[in-house]
């Protein structure tokens, strides 16, 4: 089975701190993503990976970026964490296969900035 | 990006059928999913349908697209108290090198009441 492991479950940061948010995925998959999950509001994409070391932004890039050095690994990072940021983080990978994009996730990362 | 229009709540009586509707605005989708989100969990990929069919069939789960609406719902057949959580349409947008993107609608709750 696909396995996407975020590094962790749950973490509670204090604001203007650096906060690094881990993915790795064991499938060799080509893309990666990061989602921000809140109520009311869906998914929303934060950046993508089509390859190592290539990026591109989503929908609402402003105040993160990433880090892709290895295929397997796909690095969220919140260079000053601010309130507003207090969310569920979801990271996501997948191989196209065409144009049929099957995305497999990861558990979550429920992230408190206070 | 392009948007996934979906009601954000459903409340059905177990045994019922459910029926989660959405609307998509990319006509040039060739697949469209639902995924279902379980609480605390990610998403997994429940279903999914090639844009030239009009009906897809799994078990309990029937899958109707109206291209010419641009509609796509999910219907649920004797629904239980293990089909709660969070359903999500989504389609597939293309973005940079020749990657196809998730793009998810906001996610109906779906509530099982005895």
């Known amino acids: 089975d696909v396995k996407v492991t975020q590094s962790s479950r749950y973490l509670v940061k204090r604001t203007g701190e650096k906060v690094f948010l881990e993915c790795v995925q064991d499938?060799?998959?080509?893309?990666m993503f990061w989602y921000r999950q809140d109520p009311g509001l869906g998914l929303r994409l934060i950046y993508f990976s089509y390859d190592v070391k290539m990026k591109e932004k989503g929908d609402i890039p402003e105040g993160y970026s990433v880090s892709r050095e290895k295929k397997e690994r796909f690095s969220l990072i919140l260079e000053s964490a601010s309130t507003n940021q207090t969310s569920m983080y979801l990271c996501?990978?997948?191989?196209?296969?065409?144009?049929?994009?099957?995305?497999?996730f990861g558990q979550g990362t429920r992230l408190t900035v206070v | 990006g392009e948007d996934v229009e979906q009601s954000l709540f459903l409340s059905v009586r177990e045994g019922d059928s459910s029926v989660i509707n959405c609307t998509y605005t990319?006509?040039?989708?060739?697949?469209l999913y639902w995924y279902k989100q379980e609480p605390g969990a990610g998403l997994q990929l429940l279903t999914y349908i090639f844009s030239n069919m009009d009906m897809k069939q799994d078990q309990r789960l029937t899958v109707l697209l109206n291209k010419k609406d641009k509609h796509l719902s999910l219907r649920i057949a004797d629904t239980q108290t293990g089909d709660s959580a969070i359903y999500f349409c989504a389609e597939s947008a293309p973005a940079s090198g020749g990657s196809y993107i998730p793009t998810f609608g906001r996610g109906t709750s779906l509530i099982v009441h005895p």
């Open positions: 499938m060799d998959h080509e893309n």
């Open positions: 990319d006509s040039s989708s060739t697949y």
């Open positions: 996501a990978s997948g191989s196209p296969a065409g144009v049929y994009t099957e995305a497999f």
